[in-house]
């Protein structure tokens, strides 16, 4: 299911879809526009294309720095071209390398505890596409899932990213743009499971706290997830849960309207190295 919503001009910009059809709310999360997200992904219509600097492909390079091993999942925007995979295995350590078209939007996660069952379906406990394959072929996270957000050449000919928890956090990941110009790094290093509040926790089969709910996806509320009445900034303010995750990771959005401190331009382009475990 798609849900495609047009933003308000004056403010800019990504093109991005639904994937799943759990949950149903609003957020905004991404470089000052307003969201619409189902699960924790993100709806949002595209208004300007450049060109990427001239260059034809972007490398995105994927590093695990995690003592395990992790399953990245890729969702690209609807209008976007198409990225050239939807989802792998990194096992513990390892690096891999993939090409994305220079003018691609979309989003990076990575599942955690993945494995096959016994009808041989492919399930994940954690950020699970739910494709029942490693490639989630068009399916975004399932949350809890702390997102890689990109929109390259966007406004200006310029990148936009950042690093989402707006639909929750499953593990530390951080961008860092390889070969631009004057194009700062963004992180959420911390362990948020390690000080997730109870009410908003995942656990796993031996109890401990895999990933960590946002206050939107754990209780569907107007107030935690910026929807009519509480669809403005003035209306929908921080909460005591978005600011526990604002603490832990200063960088990343903790809310739909944490804009400000949590969007990142590369002026120049280049290339990204996206590091799980920083």
């Not at 792998?88 to 996660?109: K, N, Q």
């Not at 959005?253 to 400000?260: F, I, V």
Request: aromatic share 10%; hydrophobic share 30%; net charge neutral.
């Amino acid at each position: 299911m798609y849900i495609l919503r047009t933003v308000r001009l004056n403010r800019l910009r990504i093109n991005t879809a639904v994937a799943l059809e759990v949950l149903n709310y609003q957020h905004s999360s991404y470089l000052g526009v307003k969201k619409t997200g189902i699960c924790g992904v993100h709806c949002i219509t595209i208004l300007l294309t450049c060109t990427h600097a001239g260059a034809q492909s972007v490398t995105f390079s994927f590093t695990n720095k995690c003592p395990y091993t992790v399953w990245p999942g890729t969702l690209t925007n609807p209008g976007s071209p198409a990225f050239s995979s939807t989802g792998f295995t990194l096992e513990a350590g390892a690096s891999s390398s993939l090409s994305a078209p220079a003018t691609w939007a979309g989003r990076f996660w990575a599942r955690t505890q993945c494995s096959t069952d016994a009808s041989g379906k492919f399930v994940c406990a954690t950020a699970d596409c739910a494709s029942g394959v490693i490639e989630c072929n068009g399916a975004g996270a399932n949350p809890p899932a702390s997102l890689a957000e990109f929109k390259l050449s966007g406004d200006g000919g310029k990148d936009f990213y950042d690093i989402s928890l707006v639909d929750g956090f499953n593990l530390p990941l951080s961008i860092t743009p390889q070969g631009g110009s004057g194009c700062p790094s963004t992180s959420c290093a911390a362990n948020v499971n390690a000080v997730c509040d109870p009410s908003l926790a995942v656990r796993g089969a031996d109890g401990t706290v895999i990933a960590c709910k946002s206050a939107c996806v754990a209780f569907n509320q107007p107030q935690y997830c910026c929807t009519p009445p509480n669809n403005t900034p003035e209306t929908c303010p921080p909460t005591q849960y978005s600011m526990t995750f604002k603490q832990q990771c200063p960088q990343a959005y903790s809310y739909a309207y944490d804009d400000k401190s949590s969007t990142f331009t590369c002026p120049s382009g280049g290339n990204y190295l996206i590091t799980f475990c920083p």
